[in-house]
């Protein structure tokens, strides 16, 4: 029998209804499409075809390059043919200091940074300040500008709080005292913020420069606690708004995010009192599911720990960058800037970004790259090695694509609650 009237529709009517699907997803594959071209336009444009052959001529600041990623800082951007002033508070080779893990004593100085700074190629001129010391940060801008007349890359690095952190782990945020915010804080964004105000006056008179934040993966997921991680988000935030009033005059400013890092703060002593010692198996926060204990220490060895020269030639190609206005403001991870330009470490391979596929596939196939001797990676930081120790292993770490993840991905799969 037929329907009630009230049920039946016309046969027009019923073929609008059975195009309406097809139209739906014709309609979805049209915003899938113009959302695929829309990143693809957005890419980060930064290529070896864009570089200058060297930066040669051009001077360089970097802060807190006593040793670490600093000195890794400054042994590239002197590599590529750069002058440069490096500071801190360890000035000459054995000096009693306190950057050591919970304040002991550290390998490092000043003098042994510029030494390897001259053997790779550079002019090194090191310089004692405090960069919690405001008039100390004013003078060594002067004292450039008097001895050079230019300023061309400037290269926040300087963080007080990274001996510290181990006596900080593992305790909430109510029951450490205000003053962490400051230990944290202090000597790395506020010095970051004061050290910018003097290069941009510098910089934006010559209308060229170039402005790096180091940051950390801690601006986006907690790693180490509450200071850390909102300190870092800052500093992300101060390169993309700071990129923006500097776009007129010229001047570049990105925030760098190295990964897991051979420091000597990092390494400990034999590899056994570093920071990585107690720093995941104390933390708090985790989300649920998040394993309780997370050794990175055993991953030192391998190619997924980053050398500190692999931060200095990702920022030197970029300073070389004709095109690095295309980056200004953007978050940039080491080793997507490496893979970008083509750029190896001294033990002759490229680490992959901890947001991309081989980054997650190599932690999953440990013992079988072990198996084949490609995990551990033999060579001491600045060290130059011409390739790793087999041809297998020199094709999985240094020809075989990252399959990093793209940026909006990365950020939705860590939970950032800034969306």
Known sequence: SPPPPHLRRSRRARGRASCAMPRFFRCEFLVL????????????????????????GQVAIVTGASRGIGKGLAVGLGEAGALVYVTGRTVAKGAENDGGPNGKSQSGSLEETCEAVVKAGGKCVPVAVDNANDTQLEMLFDRVQKEQGRLDILVNNAFAAASRLPALLGKPFWEKPPSTWDLVNNVGLRSHYVASVHAAKLMTKAKRGLIVNVGSFGGMNYIFDVAYGVGKAAMDRMANDMAIELATD????????????????????????????????????????????MDFSSMLSSPLAETPLFSGRAVAALARDRQKM?????????ATLAAAYDLIDERGIRSPPFTSVKYLLSVAARPLLEKYEMWTMPGDSFTEQLRPHNDLSAFFWRTLPDFAFPGPLAKLGSGAPNL
């Not at 590899?271 to 998040?290: F, H, N, S, V, Y």
């Not at 295309?326 to 080491?334: A, D, W």
Request: with cysteine; proline share 8%.
């Open 33 to 56: 499409l113009l959302a695929g071209a829309a990143f693809y336009i957005s890419r980060h444009c930064v290529s070896p075809a864009n570089l200058e052959p060297s930066l040669a």
């Open 250 to 293: 010229n001047v570049a400013m990105v925030a760098l995010w190295p990964g897991l890092v051979k420091t000597e703060n990092i390494q400990g002593t034999n590899q056994k009192d570093g920071i990585l010692e107690g720093a995941m198996k104390e933390r708090r926060g985790l989300a649920p599911g998040t394993p309780e204990s």
């Open 326 to 334: 295309s980056v200004t403001g953007k978050v940039l991870p080491t």
